[in-house]
Every structure is written in structure tokens, then in C-alpha cells.
């Protein structure tokens, strides 16, 4: 009997129980540490939509490893694809995982950023969308 064929010693499955040869059922796999934690929204926090997909935002806490100080994040809740992408890098809104620099110590530095950040991208996209309409107010 080939080692694909032999049933597992401990259940007597017919294959392995898992890739790395492992009973299932009396040696279950270790626990995995998840880095990410959605937390709620306090009571009267306000956070601003999406500055690029006007989606609503989530907060989260990150903690790297086991016993590392947790970091909080606000993150664009659109994940989905959106159009052509690359799939490594993910499909959804580029906030949807933003930059190390949105990652602060307290949820109320995490959304001051956010909320900075998207009135300031809010603010740049009105600004540019005024300079480029300005063929339909004739000032070309």
C-alpha cells in the first residue's frame, strides 16, 4: 500500500487527515493568531466616508505578534473587486488595507487621521475637478 493510500493510524480515514500528515480528530491543528479585530464604533465617534470610494469606514486593532502593543486602524469597508486589478494586491478600495501611517495607538487618533485624511483628498479632488471643468466655464 502506497503512503496515499494508508488509512490515517489514528482514525483509520482512508487518507491523512491533513497535509502535514496530522490526525484531525486527536491532534487538532494549533490555534492561529489573527492579527485583525474589528472593534465597534464608540457612541459619538464620526468618521468620514471613503475619501476614494465614499464607502463606510470600519475600525480596527492590529496587533503584529502575541503580546505587541495593539494599533488601531480605520479602514474602507469595500473590499470587493473594482474593476481590472491585481490579485495579489487585493481587488477592493485602496483603503480597504491603508498605509502603516493610518495605524495609530488609540481608536481616537486612528479616525482623527482618517477624517483628516479624507477631507484633505476630499478637498484636493473638488480643488482639481474645478481647475479641469474650467473649458465649461470658458476660461480656457
Known sequence: MS??????????????????????????????????TRLSTPEGTHTEACPVCYADPEIWQYIA?????????????????????????????????????FYRPTIREAVKHWNEYAKALNKLRRDNGWQRARVLRNEA
Open 3 to 36: 503512503d496515499a493510500k494508508r488509512p490515517c493510524a489514528e482514525c483509520n480515514n482512508v487518507a491523512h487527515c491533513d497535509m502535514l500528515e496530522r490526525c484531525i480528530k486527536n491532534d487538532p491543528a494549533p490555534k492561529t493568531f489573527d492579527n485583525y
Open 65 to 101: 505578534k502575541p503580546g505587541e502593543v495593539a494599533q488601531k486602524v480605520v479602514m474602507c469597508s469595500h473590499g470587493d473587486e473594482i474593476g481590472p486589478h491585481d490579485a495579489l494586491a487585493g481587488g477592493g478600495c485602496p483603503l480597504y488595507m491603508p498605509p502603516q501611517s
